[in-house]
C-alpha cells in the first residue's frame, strides 16, 4: 500500500496562490491514480482534480477549472496541486488520494488511500 502526506496548505488572500505537494511512500507510486478532494466545515468532501497513472489525462472540478492544476512526478514521488486566484469559497481541508484500482476519478469512495490533509485559508 501507499502512505501520503500533504503539504503546502496556509492563509493567502483572494486572488493569491499556494501549492500543495503529496509525498507517497510505499508500493510503487506509478500504479495509482491520484486525485485532490477538499472538505469545508459543515459540508461534504468533493472531489477536486485528477490525474491518471502517467499523468496524460487530467480532469478538475468546473469551478475550478483554469485556477488549479494537478500533475504528478514518478520519479519523485510526488504529486502536486498548484492553486492561483484563489476565492473565499476555496477554503477548505485539502487531501490527497490514491488507488490502485480502477473506478470513478471523482468519487471520494473509490479511492482507499488517503492523506491527513492539508488546511488552505482564503481571505476576503
Known amino acids: 500500500q501507499v502512505q501520503l502526506v500533504e503539504s503546502g496548505g496556509g492563509l493567502v488572500q483572494a486572488g493569491g496562490s499556494l501549492r500543495l505537494s503529496c509525498a507517497a511512500s510505499g508500493r510503487a507510486f506509478n500504479s495509482y491514480r491520484v486525485a485532490w478532494f477538499r472538505q469545508a466545515p459543515g459540508k461534504e468532501r468533493e472531489f477536486v482534480a485528477y490525474?491518471?497513472?502517467?499523468?496524460?489525462?487530467?480532469y478538475y472540478l468546473n469551478s475550478v477549472k483554469g485556477r488549479f492544476t494537478i500533475s504528478r512526478d514518478n520519479g519523485k514521488n510526488m504529486a502536486y496541486l498548484q492553486m492561483n486566484s484563489l476565492k473565499p469559497e476555496d477554503t477548505a481541508v485539502y487531501y490527497c488520494?490514491?488507488?490502485?484500482?480502477?473506478?470513478?476519478?471523482?468519487?471520494?469512495?473509490?479511492?482507499?488511500?488517503w492523506g491527513q490533509g492539508t488546511q488552505v485559508t482564503v481571505s476576503s
Open positions: 488520494a490514491g488507488s490502485s484500482t480502477y473506478g470513478s476519478e471523482t468519487s471520494r469512495h473509490s479511492y482507499e488511500f
Open positions: 490525474i491518471t497513472r502517467s499523468g496524460g489525462v487530467t
